[in-house]
């Protein structure tokens, strides 16, 4: 009986047992995974998307110290055009700027280990729309890279020149200074002046002086024919840019005066040509005389033979 007893009490315990097992086995099968080597499959990689890092990229000029900000179809300008290139991101060991103006062709570039980089477009050497590529390094070996679009960078502008003397009507004779202004906006840049002469009235042009610094010419007048037909044409250059600007109107200068010459001129001619009368006149008389003298002499030969 004790027997029979005890085989159940077993068995009750190996189903119970049986039980918690097939209970327990797929717990156990989620908590260590078997990794299967014959799948195609590669493990899951796990990256992280953390934020890119922001990027500010601005400009500022020497006469404007603002800084603003430059995007793609950005016209920006002025003396000394200085882009600035900071990225906001702790991990960052190196960055780069890039400026590339296609049609002039010339390429700008600065790589530093730093999160902000400088660059003067002023050594692009002239105006120029361009494509400006930044670049940032991440510790963790992330490349980041950025570019803005047809942005117009002007660095050189047009001199602008005025006449001030002479300006039109003044009667010049002897030496005298022709005077102008001139400004550019590039104020670290030298002006060159030619200095022309025309005596006709704007239709040609003779140079007095080419590429002088001053904003003044010495100029002796005395030489020249007196006329009321000059006009100055001052033209300036920054070595990029000219322009040029003249006399509003004529002037008077010059101290030989063709007046008096001509009229000494048509003076003796009219003496000549009183003279030439007169002489003339003698000969007619002088062959009339002769005609009746041989008119007389004939009639008292035929009276008198």
């Excluded at 950025?146 to 009667?171: A, D, M, Q």
Aim: net charge negative; charged share 15%.
């Amino acid at each position: 009986m004790n027997s029979r007893t005890n085989s159940r009490k077993y068995t009750h315990i190996a189903v119970i047992l049986a039980l918690m097992i097939s209970l327990l086995s797929p717990v156990s099968v989620l908590m260590n995974p078997v990794l299967d080597t014959k799948s195609d499959h590669s493990p899951l990689e796990f990256v992280s998307l953390a934020a890119a890092p922001r990027l500010n990229l601005t400009y500022h000029s020497l006469s404007d110290t603002t800084e603003k900000l430059v995007t793609s179809d950005s016209f920006i300008a002025g003396d000394h055009v200085i882009l600035t290139a900071t990225w906001n991101e702790p991990l960052l060991f190196k960055s780069r700027l890039e400026v590339f103006a296609p049609a002039i062709p010339a390429i700008l570039m600065q790589e530093l280990n730093t999160d902000t980089i400088e660059i003067d477009t002023r050594y692009l050497r002239n105006n120029a729309t361009c494509t400006i590529n930044a670049t940032a390094w991440l510790t963790n070996g992330t490349i980041f890279f950025k570019t803005f679009e047809n942005v117009y960078i002007g660095n050189f502008f047009v001199p602008i020149i005025t006449v001030i003397s002479p300006n039109g009507n003044e009667i010049w004779d002897g030496i005298n200074n022709i005077t102008w202004t001139a400004s550019d906006i590039n104020e670290a840049d030298l002006l060159r002046y030619d200095v022309l002469l025309s005596s006709d009235n704007g239709i040609f042009f003779e140079t007095l002086a080419s590429s002088i610094t001053t904003k003044w010419f010495e100029w002796n007048c005395s030489a020249l024919d007196k006329l009321d037909t000059y006009l100055i044409e001052i033209r300036v250059t920054d070595g990029i840019y000219f322009s040029s600007d003249r006399s509003d109107s004529t002037f008077t200068a010059g101290e030989i005066d063709h007046t008096t010459t001509t009229t000494t001129t048509t003076t003796t001619t009219n003496g000549t040509t009183t003279l030439d009368t007169r002489l003339t006149a003698f000969i007619v008389i002088l062959l009339v005389s002769c005609s009746a003298m041989a008119i007389v002499v004939y009639y008292a030969a035929r009276k008198w033979f």
